[in-house]
């Protein structure tokens, strides 16, 4: 069996498979009607309907021109906002009389936090929070002296600042204002932002230059103190075709897209030239506006690897 028929011979099972997902206990293709609409074509090419594509999990996209980013990668660590912070202070000094919040609670701009009565007037007065946030800190308890130290410390989370080091080498190559995206370890989380800030010293420890992101935060999944990876824009060039690189399987130490046709999906070996984190450019193997699998497609990856197995028996 050649490549090429081996792989659509595949391909057919698998989609097959998982149409199958689908079927009540008992049931069969003939009864759903589903032996009907899925029409086995000539060179392993198979029709699906959008209520079938949408059982496999199969997720679309179109080859269109995009633009490649030219990055640098980097290391960084997510830190809070300090210009998103509030050390609460008493305006005169007094005795605590009440406080409203612990550590951990969410506090609204406005909101009333504690109480003191003043040492002076004997008058009692509240100090409300000057921004929204949670309480980090607190070292104020009902009935002690208020003194110089914060009685509590309120930081939004809201947006965060990502310090990122850079290597002597490639500081020339960084400046305000680019583009940054920040990914978590395992890439499972991204964000984009932009420089804010470049250190005019270096760090003695590890010789770098810190550059500063800012990046919307508001699910507040970037926790400070977690190292991430970053990628800082240079240049975006244009390219006329572009796919998804999670589009991309290896078949046969060859890149893969799964692709729409009329007569159905058919495996296509690509040619790629520039890539970056999300797109790569495809010098042959598609044409613009072609329909490919852009999610998912480790599925029928996955599916080649078994029949290969089966066939090694």
Known sequence: MNSKTHIKKTITHLLVSCLAIALLPGQTFAETGHEEETE??????????QEQIQHAG???ATVTS????????VYGVVATNAERVQSVTARFDGVIREVKKSVGDSVRKGEA?????????????????????????????????????????VQDFSTVWVEL??????????????????LSLDSTQIAEGKI?????????????????ALIDNPNGIWKPGLFV??????AEIAAPMVIRNEALQIVEDNPVVFVRGEEGFEPRTVTLGRTDGELSEVVAGLSADEVYVSKNSFTLKSELGKEDAEHGH
């Open 40 to 49: 086995q074509h000539e060179e392993g090419h198979i029709e699906l309907t």
């Open 58 to 60: 199969i997720g679309l």
């Open 66 to 73: 995009g633009t490649i980013r030219d990055v640098l990668p």
């Open 113 to 153: 936090l504690l109480s003191v009565e003043a040492n002076e007037s004997l008058k009692t007065y509240s100090i409300a929070s000057a921004l929204n946030g949670v309480i980090t800190q607190r070292h104020a308890n009902p009935g002690e002296q208020t003194s110089d130290t914060p009685l509590l410390v």
């Open 165 to 182: 080091s850079i290597f002597p080498k490639d500081v020339a190559q960084v400046e305000l204002g680019q583009r940054v995206r920040i």
């Open 196 to 212: 804010i800030y470049i250190a005019p010293l270096g760090q003695a420890g590890n010789q770098a230059i810190m550059a500063r």
């Open 229 to 234: 990876n970053a990628q800082i824009t240079r």
